[in-house]
């Protein structure tokens, strides 16, 4: 079969998320919400409500009192976070494959994507504009989605894909994907953000996260936070393997950023110390 009929037949599988979890993400992407409506979504879905309470209860997070209800969970975490678990738990088919494509272990997607949303939210509020922090946060959970369905047809490539990139032939993994495999793992993403019917601009965010200058002029600036957010993301080591760091920074955050480098220290610092204390491991 032609790859890219088994690519995309290879989408066409993948679970959607529940119902739950969908309106959870609509929820967390709109903003005009409260830690009440999260709560209620999770303790009507008796999946999430399982999985939000198990992680909330594991020694690693260290909260040294049983929490026996999603509203306590929200009141010790925060909606934020209750949203996040609730979401990488219901799609572990998605969040905690193991990358071999990409070479990479089991969670570090998650990972890369939680460290991901978390600077892409920081990025969000200090744009020039602002954009909303949650959609920004949304976006980053969900950026590199691609990958889980991609990286199967990678495995045993990488290596002509690394020597695309040495000789200069492609100029970033994604350049690389798509030469081998006729599709790079942004369009994948972007065809199951749409048959998940996820809403614009999640879908845009998702195809264009290592192109932000194609975004268009209305979600340019969300799209810029996701892609300084992935780029925090790698160079604070959680990558997602073999791909890391293998595409290049678009200078033009410049125009739609206003950075002093105080202020970019210092998002570096609280990105990685939100990141240290929600880095749990959801599926341990
Ligand atoms: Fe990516
Ligand atoms: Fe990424």
Redesign the pocket.
């Known amino acids: 079969m032609d790859i890219l009929k088994d690519i995309t037949a290879a989408v066409d599988r993948l679970k959607p998320l529940s119902p739950g979890a969908l309106q959870l993400l609509s929820m967390v992407s709109g903003g005009e919400y409260g830690i009440q409506d999260v709560a209620h979504v999770v303790e009507r879905d008796p999946a999430l409500t399982a999985n939000v309470l198990r992680v909330v209860n594991a020694p690693a997070f260290g909260l040294g009192v049983p929490v026996n209800s999603v509203a306590r969970a929200v009141g010790y975490l925060g909606d934020r976070m209750v949203a996040g678990i609730a979401l990488a738990t219901s799609s572990p088919r998605v969040f905690n494959v193991t990358l071999a494509g990409y070479e990479s272990g089991p969670g570090e997607l998650w990972r890369h994507c939680l460290r991901t949303a978390i600077a892409a939210r920081y990025m969000a509020v200090s744009g020039t504009n602002g954009v909303n922090a949650n959609l920004a946060f949304t976006a980053g959970i969900l950026?590199?989605i691609?990958?889980a369905v991609l990286s199967d047809y990678l495995v045993g490539r990488t290596p002509e894909l690394l020597a695309l990139i040495e000789a200069r032939a492609a100029e970033s993994f994604?350049e690389a994907e798509r030469a081998v495999l006729g599709v790079d793992?942004?369009q994948v993403?972007h065809a199951l953000a749409l048959k998940w019917n996820l809403p614009e601009p999640i879908p845009q965010a998702v195809l264009l996260?290592?192109q932000p200058a194609k975004a268009d002029p209305e979600w340019r600036e969300l799209v810029f936070s996701v892609h300084l957010g992935?780029m925090v993301s790698m160079m604070g080591g959680t990558g997602?393997g073999v791909?890391t760091l293998m595409?290049p920074l678009d200078e033009g955050y410049v125009e739609v950023f206003d950075f002093a480098e105080e202020q970019l220290d210092q998002i570096l610092l609280d990105v990685t110390m939100e990141f240290e204390k929600l880095r749990t491991p959801f599926w341990d």
Do not use: A, E, I, L
Request: charged residues 30%.
């Open positions: 950026h590199d691609g990958k994604q793992h942004c993403g996260h290592h992935d997602t791909d595409y």
